[in-house]
């Protein structure tokens, strides 16, 4: 192609088009893909040749368009950020790099890199949607060609991952165009005989019903004309897709498709939107339960439109669509027909003078900048994009969009995660109604809130946004965190040997050592075990240890027979001893040795289940223990099924730390609504003392069973 030729092809689209800089990027494009050729044959700068064309046809600024010539240079060619920089500046490069990260993101992958690579995603289109924006038109381009792609096995994948992610996308930014022919060009690949079936059957259709769509037209345009309402009647076409997906829904065969044509009304104005559709209810009957009025309460994607159904002329069910003209670009371009071009296209910055409702991105950043996990944040992408809505109101009369199936609960949260935290009942239409109660269209509820409630755990598999869902595991993960920082803070002092606060100066060396960032850090790391009371010792500044502490740390570290109350038959000097973790043996029970190579002799109790089951008798070293020293201490290992309430973990580290156990470690290996059971690992004298630890536990009655635990 020319450049004269280039310049025309694109003044069709736009007049306005800075057009010295898209002859410019299409100069770079080409001699950066001079040598390279589509799976087509054809000349490689025909892609992004093709895919600044849509970007044109959808009027989008300047910087977009070249974007989308160049969109592939940095992935596919030498050049580099700093040579688009130089010719196109920061703002075009930035654009190109960002589509380029976006392409790198596998988000159909079967592993649970899927999960890391939505966030990935999430991110960037949150940054600029003018890279999600490229990224689509990239993704239509490809799709329309991929009938060239030789591996099925790609075509498919590409295919999946387009009717999955990109068409659901394109549909939540109200582009309705493209999410439709992204669907029909993946269904085509992934159920090819189910799309000529369909096809077939419109076609067949369209020739049965051809005069009659024609009078259906006139007899509507007639009727509006009598009224001087002055308006344009359009037929549409329903996509195969969409037809097969309310096939699935309601379950009827091909030869019970009948309705596959609709009229879109398009008139100046709003009051002409409900004139027309007086006139046309006045004149024919409507079908029970089509009537949608989306002008006054508009989809969560600025759609606006009135959807009725009639019994038209000829007996015939007609559907009809009544918006503006204005709303028609809206509903066919979405967020590409109206975004106001700001100094930045974040859409992090919260800004209310958005023309297009992007609250459910928005609510995807704030999950994201919570700190939820990958496969969190793929849950509520996945909860975002893929339902319908309902739309009720808060008692002042503001709207709220929620996706359907959502309850009270859901309500609360998305109008703060605090009244959410605090919510204890609502009103329902003024009526009393039990917070799990299903909303309704056109329902108003009142949230009511105390200051002393906190969510149910519950509440995480009653509520249906992914807002919702992600607050209430923010907050009992700040409980649970708060319960390990307190119980670390309380293993700190019993291991440093002290009875009050702790001295600053320590804690900054702690925090430094340990490679944390605050003190709260610290106790966390420690209460959850990932920093053991040994470790403290060694990091401790050497002056500042009592004799106490240095004692006992000496007692343990050696793992010698001398430092050992153990007599072992036959035992060879200089041969290491240790305690089996399995069992972890303590004084006063019966034990058995046995010598591993390289390892030394490992002690266990009598009735270990390894023991047994892994070694012959006459392998069994005859081992016994002599006389313990005060304060010596060994480990010992309990497992605690407790109420799954809010301080368990405290009461029972205290009960633990007043009966003389020292806890060095601590996992929560099940958890349940009710229940949840934790190891711990606790210095003690003897089996005695464990005995006696088990008891006291068992008397508090926040505690289910407690028993010894040995592992297999």
Request: hydrophobic residues 35%.
């Amino acid at each position: 192609m020319s450049n004269s030729e280039l310049i025309e092809s694109f003044k069709s689209f736009d007049p306005n088009i800075d057009f010295s800089l898209i002859e410019k990027a299409y100069d770079f494009a080409q001699k950066a893909h001079r040598t390279q050729l589509r799976h087509s044959g054809d000349p490689y700068i025909s892609h992004p040749l093709e895919v600044a064309k849509i970007l044109a046809e959808l009027k989008l600024d300047t910087s977009t368009i070249t974007t989308g010539l160049l969109h592939d240079t940095l992935e596919d060619t030498e050049a580099s950020k700093e040579d688009i920089i130089a010719d196109f500046g920061n703002e075009v490069a930035s654009l190109v790099e960002g589509v380029t990260k976006l392409s790198k993101i596998d988000t159909y992958s079967e592993n649970k890199s899927q999960a890391e690579n939505f966030r990935k995603l999430i991110l960037a289109m949150s940054k600029d949607i003018r890279v999600l924006l490229v990224k689509l038109a990239d993704r239509l381009h490809n799709m329309r060609t991929i009938q060239f792609i030789p591996s099925e096995s790609s075509r498919k994948r590409i295919a999946s991952e387009t009717l999955e992610i990109y068409a659901p996308l394109a549909g939540r930014l109200g582009m309705h165009e493209f999410k439709d022919e992204l669907e029909d060009l993946s269904f085509q690949i992934l159920n090819p005989s189910a799309y000529a079936s369909i096809l077939n059957r419109i076609e067949y259709l369209k020739k049965d019903k051809s005069n009659l769509t024609d009078k259906i037209k006139s007899r509507i345009l007639e009727i509006l004309k009598e009224k001087e309402i002055s308006c344009k009647i359009v037929g549409r076409e329903k996509k195969v897709f969409s037809i097969w997906n309310k096939m699935q829904k309601k379950q009827i065969a091909f030869r019970q498709l009948s309705d596959i044509f609709a009229y879109r009304i398009l008139v100046n104005d709003i009051n002409d939107c409900y004139r027309v559709l007086g006139v046309i209810h006045g004149r024919w009957s409507a079908v029970p339960g089509s009537f949608k009025d989306y002008l006054s309460t508009p989809k969560i994607n600025n759609y606006q439109s009135i959807h009725t159904t009639i019994v038209g002329p000829e007996r015939q069910r007609v559907e009809l669509q009544i918006r503006t003209e204005n709303m028609d670009i809206v509903a066919e371009r979405g967020i590409a027909a109206h975004w106001s071009y700001k100094d930045s296209y974040s859409l992090i910055d919260h800004s209310s003078s958005d023309p297009i409702n992007v609250t459910w991105l928005r609510d995807l950043v704030d999950i994201l900048d919570s700190g939820a996990t990958s496969e969190e944040l793929l849950e509520a992408t996945k909860l975002e994009i893929f339902q319908d809505e309902v739309f009720c109101f808060t008692p002042k009369g503001d709207l709220i969009h929620l996706p359907y199936g959502s309850n009270s609960i859901d309500f609360a949260y998305a109008l703060h995660s605090e009244i959410g935290n605090k919510c204890v009942g609502c009103k329902i239409n003024g009526k009393s109604q039990a917070l799990f109660t299903k909303i309704q269209n056109g329902d108003e509820i009142e949230i009511i809130t105390s200051k002393s409630e906190s969510p149910s755990e519950t509440w995480e598999n009653i509520v249906t946004t992914a807002k919702a869902q992600s607050s209430i595991k923010r907050y009992f993960k700040k409980q649970e965190k708060n319960e390990f920082i307190n119980l670390g803070k309380e293993i700190l002092l019993k291991t440093l040997n002290i009875d009050k606060e702790i001295a600053q100066h320590t804690l900054l060396s702690l925090v430094s050592h340990f490679k944390k960032k605050s003190n709260e850090d610290l106790f966390n790391s420690i209460g959850r075990g990932y920093i053991k009371p040994r470790e403290i010792i060694r990091a401790r500044p050497k002056n500042k240890l009592s004799f106490f502490s240095r004692y006992r740390y000496r007692n343990r570290k050696p793992r010698k027979i001398i430092d050992l109350p153990l007599e072992i038959k036959n035992l060879q000097t200089g041969i290491a001893v240790h305690f089996a973790e399995c069992c972890l043996p303590l004084p006063n029970e019966d034990i058995i040795g046995i010598q591993e190579k390289d390892t030394g002799i490992i002690i266990h109790t009598r009735d270990c289940r390894t023991l047994t089951r892994d070694y012959n008798r006459d392998e069994w070293i005859t081992t016994t223990w002599k006389d313990t020293k005060v304060d010596q201490l060994f480990s010992g290992r309990i497992k605690v099924s407790v109420k799954n309430e809010a301080g368990s973990l405290g009461k029972l580290a205290t009960i633990i730390g007043n009966n003389s156990g020292n806890i060095t470690n601590l996992n929560i290996s099940e958890k349940s609504n009710d229940f949840f059971d934790m190891i711990f690992v606790i210095e003690l004298n003897d089996l005695s003392h464990l005995n006696f630890i088990i008891d006291k536990l068992k008397e508090n009655e926040i505690v289910s069973d407690v028993k010894r635990l040995f592992i297999d």
